[in-house]
């Protein structure tokens, strides 16, 4: 109660500061034929030779802190020239640049590589913006493997037989992680566990990863983090792109985006998927297959209407149809699926989506708006695994109305909003005659304060209600405070507590790769938890050359957990409340440089201490590992015309449930070992194309006997869900892109 108290008398105390600094501002367009100016909404701009940088918001503007270091901000959009502007030419005034865009890719010529990662200097919320250039580091055939240089995101296989993957965050899944594309939340539920492979690589614009509690705008449920991706628009995305990509495990597959200007003020465009697997590998010889076979057609039509200076409109719809199969080898479709067939997995689903947004500028005030973002997703999935079948269906609504203004000057900006959601949720799970028949309404109200009193502090302040029509009301406050101490020292402080509700079978469906049973023992409340965060940003020069370290920590705390408890018994699952304690500690540094010209490398190491009351004792909570290192180097040539890309993980040690029940055969380790994986990378442009070729787990390190009595999957101790390593050998892939600005 204490804390909660502090809590709110911290949301509204005035921070005093005589500080006066120098921001600049700025206006990023596109000077079409008509003489009309284009806004350009997530144009990058950074300062020259330095990570220090933003993004211009959807009208355009930006906001940027002047340094001593450089006075040449670089300004870059996809499908545009990149451009240089010394500040000092413009003597004070606010900036209006103009790009313009490419015609052919190779007289795009620039000074400087353009940045994987920027940090986000003047935002109080710790956050990093992923941009397209780091995608294209390694394999990223969707968002699930889009982590694979990042030091604060986890993603890794769940189990030996579905594919599906697990993410985490602040050493915590994925569920406490707030999923959104474009602001609009999103994978919740039925999507949770299979949403990230939903999400092509070469669709993505950019993904920003933000640590902590996120802003109240965009709901309650954010707890260690959250994820936006920004697709490529249809007013900036190339006029035709075309990527293809194969690998060695018999995976294809192919991207297509088309995009048109049909005037000035409307543009669409078409992104398209296609990924097959159609072939039983089993390098491992226990007669399950390797990778699962996948069929996925995906297909978004995006369309943007600026129908007048003052009023802009984006929607679209898109369509996902996959079938995902595992299990044995030599499965016999035209037989009865029973115990006289093979052991099969399958999942059959379809997933439908509607997405709308509406923006209003008022007039003579560009500083005034509203806006109106709405979304819904119709999910449907059909599975069995082996001879349990999973059927599940979700129906998901999500509206937010927001108003964003100021008090008296911009120093005191405020955004204030209604929001309502309708999430009507159904699944049954046959053998353990388990379901779940549940409708959630929503209504919510909140409101955002944000002080800048000078260039060198952002306080940034949320209340939110919402209305629950299963648990009530309840409230939700966070705060968030960020401090230039110096002019390269920046350190932030957040606090605030998050909700969600827990679907314990869908957002765990991958431990039906087993023969453990299923139990949910109590009425399962909704989670609670608060998270504590303290980061620091540092940007230093050494031998003449820029660094940037950062170092952070974060606390999370449950008042109450939904617990997965897999240590009772080897042959059950058991979910129930939580009694006693459950918390999480994340500390993390990292380092960026660039050593010579060109070639950018990034170090961080990262240790996990998780913990909570399981099975009446508290212990670690399995499969968290207790530390990790990354090594990422980047090399290109002039003009980048070849790129070399190596990645190194270092993988520390875990806990995982005890087998010690099971006969000595089918007995495992209680304890990961610490391995390394290595992945690389070279890739070679030319006009309008350019060849990559890759290799993933270069040191074949793999989890021997990742299948727990394998050769009876229909016996009592077969389990594919204790993965704690990589499952699948050295894996060679190629890709082709071809692009037309």
Known sequence: MKIKIIIFILLFIPFVSSAKGKVIKGKIVENQSSGEFVPLAGASIF????????????????????????????????????????????????????????????????????????????????????????????????????????????????DAATGAKSIKLLGLTGKYIEMMTEKNPNFKGLASVYGMVYVPGPWMESIQ?????GSVINGYESITGQININYLRPQSSPKFYLNTFANSMGMAEVNLIASAKLSPRLSTSILAHGQDNDREIDHNHDHFLDDPMVTQYNFINRWNWDASKNFKIQFGGKFIDERRIGGQKDYKEDQTNDMNNAYR?????????????????????????????????????????????????????????????????????????????????????????????????????????????????????????????????????????????????????????????????????????????????????????????LSLTQYFDLFGRGFTLSADF??????????????????????????????????????????????????????????????????????????????TTSYATNFNKWQFDFTTQLNGDMRIPSTQENPSEFQRREKSPVYAVMNAQVTRRFKIWEIYVGVENLGNYTQDKPIIAAEDPFGEYFDASMIWGPIQERKFYVGLRFTIE
């Not at 000078?454 to 009530?472: E, P, S, V």
């Not at 918390?583 to 950018?600: G, I, M, S, T």
């Not at 913990?611 to 499969?623: G, H, L, S």
Request: include cysteine; glycine fraction near 6%.
């Open 47 to 158: 300062w020259k030779n330095t990570s220090i940088g933003t993004a211009a918001n959807m009208d355009g503007n930006f906001t940027i802190d002047e340094i001593n270091e450089s006075k040449t901000l670089v300004i870059q959009f996809v499908g545009y020239k990149t451009k240089e502007v010394n500040i000092n030419e413009f003597n004070n005034q606010e900036l209006l640049i103009q790009l313009d865009p490419n015609i052919e890719l190779n007289e795009v010529i620039v000074a400087e590589r353009k940045l994987g990662t920027i940090l986000d200097r003047d935002n109080p919320i710790q956050s990093q913006s992923i941009t397209g250039a780091e995608l294209c580091k390694a394999a990223c055939c969707n968002l699930s493997e889009s982590f694979e240089t990042n030091a604060s995101v986890d993603v890794s296989y769940a």
């Open 345 to 533: 997995i399958d999942i059959d689903t379809r997933r439908y989506e509607a997405f709308a947004k509406f923006g209003y500028i008022l007039p003579n005030d560009e500083d005034r708006s509203i806006a109106l973002i709405t979304n819904f997703a119709s999910h449907e999935q059909n599975s069995f695994y082996g001879l349990r079948n999973y059927d599940a269906e979700q129906k998901y609504f999500y509206a937010n109305l927001l108003y964003q203004s100021y008090i008296g000057n911009l120093k005191h900006k405020y955004t204030a909003g209604l929001s309502y959601i309708y999430d009507d949720f159904q699944d049954y799970l046959s053998g353990d005659n388990l379901g779940t028949n549940r409708t959630e309404k929503v209504a919510g109200i909140y409101a955002e304060y944000s002080w800048l009193p000078n260039d060198n502090i952002t306080l940034q302040t949320g209340l939110r209600y919402d209305d629950h029509n299963i648990y009530g009301g309840f409230v939700t406050p966070r705060l968030h405070f960020r401090y230039q101490f110096a002019p390269k020292t920046t350190a932030r402080l957040a606090v605030g507590s998050g909700r969600r509700t827990s679907n314990p079978i869908a957002e765990n469906s991958f431990l039906l790769a087993s023969s453990r049973s299923i139990e949910i023992t109590e009425e399962l409340k909704q989670e609670k938890a608060w998270n504590f965060g």
């Open 554 to 631: 974060y606390h999370t705390v449950f008042d109450n957990q939904i617990i997965t408890d897999l240590d009772n018994s080897v042959d059950r699952v058991r979910f129930y409340n939580l009694d006693g304690k459950s918390w999480a500690n994340n500390y993390q540094v990292e380092l960026k440089f660039a050593p010579v010209d060109r070639f950018d490398v990034v170090t961080a190491i990262r240790f996990s201490d998780v913990k909570a009351d399981i099975n009446n004792k508290f212990q670690k909570v399995p499969y968290v590992n207790r530390f990790k290192g990354l090594i």
């Open 209 to 213: 990863v933000s640590k902590g509690v």
